[in-house]
């Protein structure tokens, strides 16, 4: 028994040290080198510039909504068009903020969509479909209303575009575990792109069934980038990570949704879904604790001490990487910081508990696979 034991602890600090190492190494390696390195180094003349269709999906009317959206009616991009789609009616505070941005603006090329059209269960895929369909160009940028953008945004998207073996570009978004895994992966070449703000080729889209063939799943962005990446086409990830400027956000929102994602994590990606705690500061640092006093005779809290505070000096490394700079206040960054760390495994427990998720006030049923049926 003894052995056995022995060979557990030996197995879990080898990949303690392992991970660690490679997860943090590269994520910080990766993410200095690369996020922040292209922003002012476009040379494209405005003549040699692609078309670019914009679509901006639109669900209710937070209190930074106008502030977002105008970032893209002032966007440098010498030939694109913006179109914008409402879920809610023409009556709805959304159209108030969009049609006095329009009069604002009368020189940018817009159009608004109101209703969507519906092709599936996915809410956001039912509301972009109609500017999907008309959309003028090529190029398409879909990018959620909680996305902000630089003036010379798009220039940076678009010029990962030059290669045509490149079917999207994205940008990485969040920090510390999610920022970390996200940065890994796409430093090894592998499916990882977010649809909060993408740049896809169309042409790549539809040879791979099109817009409409992925609306029976939540996660479109997943399913989408893994159908294109399975066809050899290379996803490119931006230097510019996405300027979130959401509205207020409560632990409940926060707490639904992340339990969505990891119910959506456990559907489609099985065995990494639920091998996930085993990559989180507390639940990885307690075994390698444990493994460690078994083996040294080290006190497993002196451990969890060290640990925890190299766990957490590596994070706010990486946030100051993404953000290009200071985080904003320390109690505040330390606060969120050790409420995620302690509250991550309970919701990863609440997550694959059930397969029913709720997102904008609908229920569904989440199959093996990534597809969901409407319950509501």
Not at 25 to 41: P, V
Not at 108 to 118: N, S
Not at 216 to 239: C, H, N, P, Q, V
């Amino acid at each position: 028994m003894e052995t056995v034991v022995t060979t557990a602890a030996v197995i879990m600090l080898a990949f303690y040290g392992t991970y660690t190492l490679v997860a943090h190494g590269i994520a910080l390696g990766f993410g200095k080198r690369w996020l922040h390195s292209r922003q002012q180094k476009d040379t494209t003349a405005a003549g040699d510039l692609p078309g670019v269709s914009i679509i901006k999906p639109i669900v209710g009317c937070d209190k930074n909504l106008k502030a977002n959206l105008e970032t893209f009616f002032q966007l440098s991009y010498p030939k694109c068009e913006l179109l914008v789609c409402i879920a809610e009616p023409d009556n709805s505070p959304a159209m108030s903020v969009v049609r006095g941005l329009l009069g604002q603006y009368p020189t940018i090329t817009a159009k608004v969509f109101v209703g969507g059209e519906v092709v599936g269960v996915n809410p956001k895929i039912n509301n972009i479909m109609p500017a999907y369909r008309q959309a003028q160009y090529d190029l398409i940028w879909i990018c959620d209303s909680g996305i902000a953008a630089l003036p010379n945004t798009l220039q940076e998207l678009v010029s990962h575009m030059t290669s045509p073996e490149v079917a999207l570009v994205h940008q990485v978004y969040f920090g510390t575990q999610h920022l970390r895994v996200y940065l890994v992966a796409n430093y090894f070449g592998q499916n990882c792109a977010n649809g909060m703000s993408w740049l896809i080729r169309r042409t790549a889209l539809e040879g791979v069934g099109g817009l409409a063939s992925f609306s029976d799943y939540l996660a479109e962005d997943f399913t989408i980038g893994k159908a294109l990446w399975t066809r050899r086409w290379k996803l490119a990830m931006s230097t510019m990570p996405a300027l979130q400027n959401g509205g207020e956000r409560t632990l409940t929102s926060y707490q639904a949704r992340m339990v969505r994602w990891g119910r959506l994590r456990a559907t489609m990606m099985p065995w990494p879904g639920l091998l996930e705690p085993f990559t989180e500061c507390l639940v990885l640092g307690l075994l390698a604790s444990v493994a460690t006093s078994h083996l040294f005779g080290v006190g497993v809290a002196w451990f969890m001490v060290v640990h925890v505070g190299v766990w957490l000096c590596s994070d706010l490394l990486l946030l100051t990487i993404i953000e290009g700079g200071v985080v904003g206040p320390l109690w505040k960054v330390l606060g969120a910081w050790t409420l995620r760390e302690v509250w991550t495994f309970l919701l990863f427990l609440e997550g694959v508990w059930s397969r029913e998720v709720v997102w904008r006030g609908t229920r569904y049923r989440l199959q093996m696979g990534g597809k969901a049926v409407k319950l509501d």
